[in-house]
């Protein structure tokens, strides 16, 4: 089947023998997803880039049996750039030209355990064309108070950066934490469950030596009256 995603809003098209989901996101600067992926399904996706811009990539696998995923990335001429083979995580930078670049998540190798993955896109040097710096052009004054401006500007660009680089931390630190709080509570159920087999083997075996103890001093003489 071949998804798209443009601007957050889903189109779908299917195509019941290519096993394979296809979705295109829009120009978000910082994007994070969370996505189910059943076994022996591969799900790709394609990014629009521009020439001389940088396009990041990271991945964890929150949950499912062995919690692990084939990762790669395609240039927009086909060529592999990055090949993960059955990985929990990775991280990995692009420097892009023009075109769509498609990465994929392959959970084919698995024929029972569907997987959650969460991936963030992060796309740097994507600005429009206009120049960023034209609002000089309306500002009218004395060349100390241009560069006050300037100043300020750059503060707030650069705590701009900084809250930026928080909140992607912040969101990894969010992804880890839904990792071990699945991983936990997998191995609650596991505990709990050869717990109650445990159990249950005591039980049976006391039950066993009981009958074997009492059949040692029954009496089977047959008695005369």
């Excluded at 927009?76 to 023009?98: A, C, M, W």
Aim: glycine share 4%.
């Amino acid at each position: 089947c071949a998804l798209k995603l443009w601007n957050a809003l889903p189109l779908m098209w299917l195509v019941p023998d290519s096993f394979e989901v296809q979705a295109a996101f829009s120009q978000a600067m910082d994007s994070d997803f969370t996505l189910t992926l059943p076994a022996g399904r591969k799900e790709c996706f394609y990014q629009t880039m521009k020439r001389d811009a940088s396009l990041e990539i990271e991945y964890q696998v929150l949950d499912g049996a062995g919690l692990d995923v084939d990762f790669s990335i395609f240039s927009p001429s086909g060529q592999l750039l990055f090949n993960d083979y059955r990985k929990s995580d990775g991280i990995h930078t692009v420097e892009t030209e023009d075109g769509d670049y498609m990465f994929c998540f392959d959970n084919t190798f698995s024929t029972v355990s569907e997987k959650l993955v969460f991936f963030e896109l992060i796309l740097d040097n994507m600005d429009t064309d206009e120049d960023p710096d034209n609002w000089k052009e309306y500002v009218h004054g004395i060349d100390t108070l241009d560069m006050k401006l300037e100043d300020i500007m750059d503060t707030i660009n650069n705590v701009k950066a900084r809250l930026g680089k928080s909140v992607q931390i912040q969101t990894l630190l969010r992804a880890f934490e839904a990792r071990d709080r699945n991983i936990q509570e997998s191995n609650f159920e596991r505990v709990n469950f050869w717990s109650v087999v445990n159990l249950v083997v005591m039980v049976v075996v006391s039950g066993v030596q009981v009958y074997l103890v009492r059949s040692l001093f029954e009496d089977k003489r047959k008695i005369r009256t």
